[in-house]
């Protein structure tokens, strides 16, 4: 009993800390929000790498760092955008990857080229491409307005880790999905879903945030896009044969284990927003 006690104390001082730092950095801007993507990607990056070499599995390490630090750049919304119709700079920043990828596996292949190939790309593409949509959300439609949506997204996934820890702990029975996650159960996940579905749903009534349609969809897709992240993470580091992607974070494993839920929540929120509140 004691042990899980201070696991849970551990586990909650570390979100509430994270919360806060977080909260703080994305108030502030793009000035602190960009450095700390970029430290963030690289981290990031640096487990996923690690969890690689585990398998015997080779990548493009520099190239995935300065890529990755590429597409993070692209992602500001005050950059100019491509003199062409259509696309952005951070679809150029990607393929300019993939194409240099594919060039260094041809001069110089070694084993396994395809394999190589495709984990760099897919290392950059759920590291850094997701992460870029927190700059893209924070200044939308505005960086007065977008604060207030980027909050949306942080609190569901808050409230998701603790619903769902409280959720497991004390009611977990059934396996959600002991193939992929052994450790999470259907009540912890629909613990998460309450909580997260309340928080946001709350939020957007009390800040007017569209129509109660809106609100109640809004709701909904963060919620869910929230537990998806998270087994997704669970999913990669089961096939990668990890427990956890590090251990920077007490409590929470690594910087992967604690982005996960947020990963895909981002992403949701700015593209349900663009969708439908507001359309080109």
Do not use: C
Not at 113 to 127: D, K, M, Q
Request: glycine fraction near 10%; avoid cysteine; charged fraction near 15%.
């Amino acid at each position: 009993m004691g042990a899980a006690v201070e696991s849970l104390s551990t586990r909650v001082l570390t979100s509430v800390v994270g919360f806060a730092v977080v909260s703080a950095i994305v108030w502030i801007g793009w000035v602190a929000l960009l450095p700390a993507l970029v430290v963030l990607s690289v981290m990031g990056l640096f487990e996923y790498i690690r969890m690689l070499d585990r398998n015997d599995i080779d990548v493009r390490r520099v190239s995935l760092g300065v890529f990755g630090a590429a597409i993070i750049v692209a992602s500001l919304p005050m950059i100019p955008a491509p003199p062409w119709e259509g696309g952005s700079w951070r679809e150029v920043v990607l393929t300019a990857a993939l194409g240099y990828i594919l060039v260094m596996e041809v001069m110089r292949p070694g084993e396994r080229p395809l394999e190589r190939v495709v984990y760099s790309l897919f290392g950059l593409l759920y590291v850094p491409w997701l992460l870029g949509y927190f700059l893209l959300l924070r200044y939308t439609p505005d960086g007065e307005t977008g604060l207030l949506y980027f909050a949306l997204p942080l609190l569901a996934t808050f409230a998701a880790d603790i619903g769902g820890y409280f959720g497991g702990h004390f009611f977990g029975r059934r396996k959600l999905a002991p193939e992929v996650s052994p450790g999470k159960t259907v009540e912890g996940a629909i613990g998460g879903l309450a909580f997260s579905f309340v928080i946001v749903l709350a939020m957007t009534q009390l800040t007017q945030i569209g129509s109660p349609l809106d609100a109640l969809l809004l709701s909904i897709l963060v919620a869910s896009a929230s537990q998806l992240g998270d087994l997704s993470e669970s999913l990669i580091k089961r096939a990668l044969k990890t427990k956890d992607s590090g251990s920077s974070l007490p409590g929470h494993g690594g910087f992967l284990d604690r982005l996960d839920s947020l990963l895909f929540a981002v992403p949701a929120t700015y593209l349900f927003l663009n969708i439908s509140l507001f359309p080109r």
